[in-house]
């Protein structure tokens, strides 16, 4: 054999190297399926609504503005899209911060939702809405999608510095997050108590949760966001792979965990918090899809990022979709419809995790 010859690889190296292709295809090939998943559920969202526009005319209406009549270009282009778009970045959005924070926390339960980012950002849009307190110099009609952002981010924030003060486990950092969430609960049930008739009416319907308020505005900012924050998050792919191992072993590798969670932490915080800020409280998206793609595609962090996210974006355009179509003539809002088919779903995973336990 020459000197610089390969050895040739043993049988059982052959068929290890096999099975991890074939799995690699089998996991490139369930991405393939999501992604045309959502352009069906996309292009059906486009469809559904009270004005039953043809198939035919909606594309019309997408390809070639100049060919249909003006309120048809409203009725798509203002309302229909922006209302089905939202829903792809804000399910893609909490999708992939619920995969991150269930990783860096290593806890099934963790989510923007369950860890109180949803309900700071009500928090804050109450004080806009009920008591008009606003942050100085944002524009009108920003004014409660900011205050809920930057409560949204401020809740981030207390969490990450008492768990660091206090040197908190991943467990005690869950804990906090779920007083925060009651915390919040009880200020915005104060807020209801004493608002207005009209303002009251209002501060439901957004934590309610609704896409109705989406505009392109909102979307691109959102959207930048996404396109910022996903490649970051897949650079870090390995490491949150080597996490799931435990702290130890991630060491040992050579990792900085406190660098790592703290990173992650705050990357999901700035997108969890757009996402609510702007639609309002969507639970259960955040918790259920990384469950689900944990299951199709695995621990790897490499497919299991953007499956999370592709499959947050399938689960919230269905919702949006069955929103429409729950009661004819009624658009629910997709919070009402998340919650509904999140709650059994939710209830599995900790029967599941129980059982693990025990």
Known sequence: MPLNARPLPLPHETA???????????????????????????LFDFNTGPSG????????????????????????????MPYAVMALLVGASLGVSGAEMQTVLDNPLAS???????????????????????????????IVSANAFVFALLSAAVL?????????????????????????HAL?????????????????????????????????VLAVALAVSLPLSMRNAWKL????????????????????RLGTLLRVAVLSALAVSFVGT?????????????????????FYLPGSALLGALMLSLASIASKILIPGVLV?????????GIPLFLGIVLRSQGRVS
């Open 53 to 80: 526009l043809p198939v035919t005319t909606l594309l019309r209406t997408i390809f070639d503005r100049a060919s249909v009549d003006e309120p048809t270009r409203v009725i798509v282009w203002q309302i229909r």
């Open 16 to 42: 290890t190297i096999s099975q991890y292709r074939r799995l690699t295809r089998r996991r490139i090939a369930c991405l393939a399926a999501i992604l045309l998943l959502i352009a069906a559920s996309l």
């Open 112 to 142: 923007p939702y369950t860890l109180g980012v949803s309900a700071a950002a009500a928090f804050g849009a109450s004080l806009a809405i009920v008591l008009d307190l606003a942050i100085p110099g944002v524009p009108q009609g920003w």
């Open 241 to 260: 792979t080597a996490l799931r191992l435990g702290e130890d072993r991630a060491a040992s590798f050579g990792i900085d965990i406190r660098r790592l």
């Open 282 to 302: 969507i639970g259960f998206i955040g918790l259920i899809a990384p469950h689900i793609a944990r299951t199709l595609l695995g621990e790897d962090h490499r």
């Open 333 to 341: 809002p997709v919070g009402i419809v998340t919650a509904l088919v």
């Open 188 to 220: 915005v049930s104060l807020i209801q108590f004493i608002a207005s008739a009209d303002a009251l009416q209002g501060l439901v319907f957004w934590t309610l949760g609704s896409l109705a308020r989406a505009n392109w505005q909102q979307i691109g």
């Open 160 to 184: 990450d510095a008492v768990a660091r003060w206090r040197g908190m486990s991943t467990a005690g950092v869950v804990l906090m997050g779920i007083a925060l969430v009651f915390a919040f």
